[in-house]
């Protein structure tokens, strides 16, 4: 069974920068594509970033340029690096893994973790 675990988050000042990290663990292979979403308050969940095991990238308009998104060395977790935020970028961050490039119901959620950009 896939579970993933996020560590990072916490309270940030405007203009700074955060790191959030997920670790997978129970049946993540490299072919998945892993990545992050977010909920910000009174909002749907929407996507931050995500990358395939081949590289493929994808970030959303709100944060490219800002984020980076990598992979570790064993694949089975997933970085993010987010610079210049803004209180627009506080949410609750959401990590998944998914044998799909897009969801499709077969991904694994993390149980999230709360970011506060503070101005």
């Known amino acids: 069974q896939v579970k993933l675990v996020e560590s990072g988050g916490g309270s940030v000042r405007s203009g700074g920068s955060l790191g959030l990290a997920c670790l997978g663990s129970?049946?993540?292979?490299?072919?998945?594509?892993m990545g992050w979403y977010r909920q910000r308050p009174g909002k749907p969940r929407d996507l931050v970033a995500r990358?395939?095991?081949?590289?493929?990238?994808e970030y959303s308009p709100s944060v490219k340029g800002r984020a980076t998104i990598f992979r570790g060395n064993n694949k089975n977790a997933v970085l993010l690096q987010m610079n210049d935020v803004n209180p627009e970028d506080t949410a609750v961050y959401y990590c998944?893994?998914?044998?799909?490039?897009?969801?499709?119901?077969?991904?694994?959620w993390g149980q999230g973790i709360q970011v506060i950009v503070s101005s």
């Open positions: 998944y893994a998914s044998p799909d490039w897009r969801l499709t119901g077969t991904e694994t």
């Open positions: 129970g049946g993540i292979t490299q072919s998945f594509t």
């Open positions: 990358i395939a095991s081949g590289g493929r990238i």
